[in-house]
Antibody
């Protein structure tokens, strides 16, 4: 059973770069059956898809964040990562990593989420 | 972007009674590969989202059969045949037919 776990700083200063890592356990990130995604959720609000990466390194990003987002994969560590630059208070949210199962065409596994606050 | 509009935004339901949530997309969700990438997620309080239904009507592994999905094109529905206490939470529809992938605003299901 694949499990995902987010990790990273819970507090980031405005204008700095938010960096999070998602560790995949119970399966290989190199599996061609999955895309790996980041989604965020401001407190009390809905879900926003940030972007996805395939094991090959191919990415797709939400245009609303594209100029500030980088998602990368480290197959040797079975991890994928999110970098969001020039953050503001509007980037304060719970950040989830999730696996997209290609056969089902849906997010089948989600991490528990990690709260990131942007504040000085 | 494809806008996903859910109704109602809040649904007070009596235990054992049915509940229904509608999701409408601003464009057809039929992908060029013939699939319709419309899924439903449940988010219980304090929990991450959990997949219930994928490709309109397919129940994910372990999801009770009181949950069902239907629809086509731009109109979709999630039904709970008999609401149980553990069904309290927020339900989201989501489209993955076109980038950027987008979610509905969420429907809160609560017990009367």
């Amino acid at each position: 059973q694949v499990q995902l776990q987010e990790s990273g700083p819970g507090l980031v200063k405005p204008s700095q770069t938010l960096s999070l890592t998602c560790t995949v356990s119970g399966g290989s990130i190199s599996s061609g059956s999955y895309y790996w995604s980041w989604i965020r959720q401001p407190a009390g609000k809905g879900l926003e898809w940030i972007g996805r990466i395939y094991t090959s390194g191919s990415t797709n990003y939400n245009p609303s964040l594209k100029s500030r987002v980088t998602i990368s994969v480290d197959t040797s560590k079975n991890q994928f990562s999110l970098k969001l630059s020039s953050v503001t208070a509007a980037d304060t949210a719970v950040y989830y990593c999730a696996s997209w199962f290609r056969r089902d065409g849906a997010f089948d596994i989600w991490g528990q989420g990690t709260m990131v606050t942007v504040s000085s | 972007d494809i806008v996903m509009t859910q109704t109602p935004l809040s649904s007070p339901v009596t235990l054992g009674q049915p509940a229904s949530i509608s999701c409408r997309s601003s464009q057809s969700l039929v992908h060029s590969d013939g699939n319709t990438y419309l899924s439903w997620l449940q988010q219980r309080p304090g929990q991450p989202p959990r997949l219930l239904i994928y490709k309109i009507s397919n129940r994910f592994s372990g999801v009770p059969d009181r949950f069902s999905g239907s629809g086509a094109g731009t109109d979709f529905t999630l039904k709970i045949s008999r609401v149980e206490a553990e069904d309290v939470g927020v339900y989201y529809c989501m489209q993955a037919t076109q980038f950027p992938w987008t979610f509905g605003q969420g429907t809160k299901v609560e017990i009367k």
